[in-house]
């Protein structure tokens, strides 16, 4: 396989080995408890697996044998260290229960395959012997899509995709480029810019997510204005399933019925295992320039990214945070810093421009030959003018882009300190946008309110917008709130249930990118409609007829 | 409904009362007839309409008074006309078999409904009656998507989706507007443009075709490079199904599961209709501009297209026809006008600079504000100067334009003496666009000679490539042929089979913007594959259990 899962912390995000660059720094932690107006933050470690129990797995011998003839003993793994890797995601919800110690959702054996014939060969095994399987890439999710729950069955097996990592081909004049499902970001992009390409795709899940991954739940990267969603980028795909092998064919574009691959994104592995995509890829860009902005407030920093969107601006990312966002990382970066003379000038001269508390960052990037990022980049800087926005210079984009990967590495140590940190999002039409990003705003500071661990205590909501459209755009809500450590999980589930009935009831979309997994699943028919949901179910029985994919995820059960 | 159909031809192209301007023009006739080597045109009239005997309609009494119930007497029509000009699409096939008199496919009965909640009522009343029912926009399919077959039932009736053509509302700040599916192209663009708004879509089958129907076969618009596929413009659609309505919601984007509204394109009426759609549209553009240039050849104008879009150069349109096409055009255009000094100076001009008769003409448009649209042409100026091209100027775009809807009107006179047209397309990624080009142009000329009615005679094969993307682009090819007037559909069926078994084996789609239809059913296993068909099939039992939309199309029976 690509590494060695045990260099990947099987309870929180990222290598085993990384150093925790907060922790010590005692000014932040004093700092966010006033912030949260908590006397003092707490002392919550995690359980080490070593004090844990997992139950038994529940294969049979005849179970092990069957696989290991079809992938080989050595791919067949059920020591503890697999197991509770990926007994779940990566979400608060899930890093609460694994920091706790609950390993219920354990799988009874992660399986490697390593070709597409032998993903085909688990599938039909798995199926004849009623045993659960769960898809996985690199295991990121953050709404429960890799849960090794068994539904209806005793068993359930982890079909970990990561040593299926191939760079097959790469296609210059077309611009296209085949790879195996299993291969993780870093190690796409190293194959592809070697031979002068990228995908250009970066989440902030990039260095532990794969390409299947990012197909499976119709992902976007940070640059996703420029080099789109899974579902722009997407050419074709191989998608193993019980039945056999669907090729969705490699077209630029089709009118020959349905797209197939448009039911491959979003599929969540419950039709199949993506096994192989082809993928449109660019030439490497010559220029890249990042720069932030300044605006007066989120209306007037909305208006300028809906203007930039339909004057056709090509930018690679606009990403405008709220005033909430915009003071938190502000006091979060002049924590323990000296105020230099600089800095105090600086922010006389926003006073004297009557850039208040209301004010929002925007981080804007430009990517491509250099006279074309340079036009465009001039287009926007504008467009920003207009809009009452103050130019920040490239310091600040290039801070954004250093830490770009960096956020989910913070949830730990503040788990470690009884402090929850959760994110979702949701996108909408430009007409609804205020409305909704307002309205939950709302219910996420009632909700964090209601199950504050005591009176006075209170979160941090912050919001941006990172994701536009010609019609409308995402907005990706963070909050930080002190832990209600003898309800953790229902606090969540309280959080949670408040913010996405404001989301459904005020047009947003379920999810922008997250995807459904197992924790949208109770407002997915409010999406979809029952008969949408019975088109999916009838997807899904004619490729899986014994049900054996990802049970309940995406569907309701 | 929205205008009188005996107003638009049953057995041809467009308007009832459009005056044929070749015709007379006998130059055309004789220069026609020596580049098909044809001693003569002949004359082969269609047979009137009150020649013909229309089977009686199946329904019966019950099933009309049903149908009246639901939609209004005045709704439910059965009278000749209307049955004939239901019974096919506008294909060359469906031309040959209404000009010869065979109306065996008219529908029992014409069904105009008014609101989705009649749609749905008839889709109830048929499932449990037993008819076929087929949706209907403006009928001018060229695959035979709207052929009024029976299927499995006794009856079939067509519901025509015309007098469903309100725009219901624009959103002008999220961009969009929501209208019935049954509005016309100039309708709709009418009523849009009233408010500052172009959805930008101009297939040039514009004037006699409708939204839902560009939906339903996965449409383009001559100016898809900036307006988008059809799957590209649809944020939304409400889907009448015989099980009750499915609304794919306006989300700008969504990783909540498989997007339904994918579902929707390319369905071509086999899982329900079309009703309403939200679509994306554009502030009316400021600047337009097309113009010619002539490349040495096809190749190097193919290789200046794929630059431009793997360049990001925003253009509205880039159609490169091949040398055929460029020779026939201009020797089409030269009919019966006196050569001027001018014009055989620019003669001149191209054989000194050595273009010969492999030279292809390019129309480029942009479009959009002033200095985005010379921008953007300038950009595009400059690729082409450096594959070789000459700038022909405005007029030759300008020319284009006015006449980019005129085409299919060319059609009748054609049949009317004895000579046969069609067109077929398909799209490819650029590394296999040469060899499929090359392919399909070899097998249509084949075929044309192997069907041609007399010794010596030959067919005239010509080609464009009209929209472009990232990866790959379109081809569409044009075939004139003399009529085997003993066996003229045996002599389509050979140049059709020809050309889309060469197709389908060098990795083209079997259709770019046409659709699938009843012509293309033989091929889709092979670009679906088994499990695909299946997937469809699946889809299609559990919006249409009982089978009765559109039967015979999109799916092998």
Chains 1, 2 share one sequence.
């Not at 129990?53 to 011998?61: E, F, I, R, V």
């Not at 095994?125 to 659960?132: K, S």
């Not at 069955?153 to 790469?170: C, E, G, K, P």
Request: charged content about 25%.
């Amino acid at each position: 396989m690509s590494f060695d899962r045990t260099k990947i912390r099987w309870n929180g995000w990222g290598w085993a080995a990384h150093k925790d660059d907060i922790g010590a720094h005692e000014a932040i932690w004093t700092w966010l408890a006033s912030e949260l107006v908590m006397p003092a933050l707490l002392a919550t470690p995690a359980r080490p697996l070593e004090e844990l129990t997992l139950h038994p797995s529940a294969l049979s011998d005849e179970d092990r044998k069957g696989l290991r003839g079809i992938v080989g003993a050595d791919s067949v793994r059920d020591d503890a260290y697999e197991r509770a890797f990926h007994a779940l995601g990566r979400s608060y919800y899930d890093l609460l229960r694994l920091r706790a110690g609950d390993l219920s959702t354990a799988p009874d054996a992660v399986v490697y395959p390593r070709a597409t014939k032998e993903v085909l060969g688990v599938l039909a095994f798995a199926a004849e012997r009623a045993i659960g399987v769960i898809p996985y890439g690199g295991g990121t999710s953050v709404v429960g899509g890799v849960t090794a729950a068994r539904g209806k069955f005793t068993a359930a097996i982890t079909l970990d995709m990561s040593a299926m990592d191939r760079l097959i081909d790469v296609d210059p004049v077309s611009g296209t480029a085949t790879a195996e499902a299993g291969i993780y970001g870093p190690a796409l992009e190293k194959a592809l810019q070697a031979k002068g390409f990228t995908l250009g795709h970066h989440p902030q899940s990039f260095e532990f997510s794969t390409l299947g991954g990012w197909i499976g739940h119709s992902g976007v990267g940070q640059g996703s204005n420029r080099y789109g969603r899974a579902e722009d980028w997407l050419v074709g795909a191989k998608l193993a399933t019980p039945r056999g092998l669907l090729s969705t064919g490699d077209f630029p574009a089709s009118a020959a019925g349905p797209q197939l691959k448009d039911l491959v994104v979003g599929s969540e592995g419950i039709f199949g295992v993506i096994t192989e995509a082809t993928v449109r890829v660019h030439a490497l860009p010559e220029a890249s320039d990042y720069r932030g902005y300044l605006f007066r407030d989120f209306a007037s920093g909305t208006a300028a990214v809906r203007k930039a969107m339909k004057d056709g601006i090509a930018a690679t990312m606009l990403r405008l945070s709220d005033a909430s966002e915009t003071h938190f990382y502000r006091a979060y970066g002049q924590i323990g810093k000296r105020r230099t003379f600089a800095a105090r000038l600086a922010d006389l001269y926003l006073k004297i421009r009557k850039f208040d508390n209301k004010a929002c960052v925007l981080i804007a990037g430009f990517e491509g030959n250099q006279s074309e990022a340079e036009a465009e980049r001039k287009r926007f800087a504008a467009v920003a003018r207009k809009h009452g926005a103050l130019a920040l210079g490239r310091n600040v984009g290039e801070r954004w882009r250093q830490g770009r990967f960096h956020a989910p590495y913070l949830r730990d140590p503040l788990l470690d300190r009884g402090v929850g940190v959760d994110t979702l999002e949701t996108a909408a039409s430009w007409s609804k946008l205020d409305g909704l990003y307002a309205v939950t705003y709302g219910a996420l500071e009632k909700a964090i309110l209601e199950t504050v661990p005591r009176d006075g205590a209170r979160g941090i909501v912050m919001c941006h917008l990172s994701h536009s459209y010609l019609d409308g755009a995402s907005l990706y809500f963070t909050t930080i709130f002190p832990r209600a450590l003898d309800g953790d999980i229902a606090q969540w589930k309280t959080i949670k249930k408040a913010a996405t009935d404001a989301i459904v009831a005020n047009g947003g979309t379920l999810s922008h990118h997250h995807g459904v997994g197992e924790d949208h699943v109770p407002w997915i028919a409010q999406e979809k409609g029952e008969l949408g949901v019975d088109i999916l179910r009838a997807i899904k029985s004619a490729l899986d007829p014994a049900g054996i994919l990802n049970p309940g995820k995406l569907l309701p059960q």
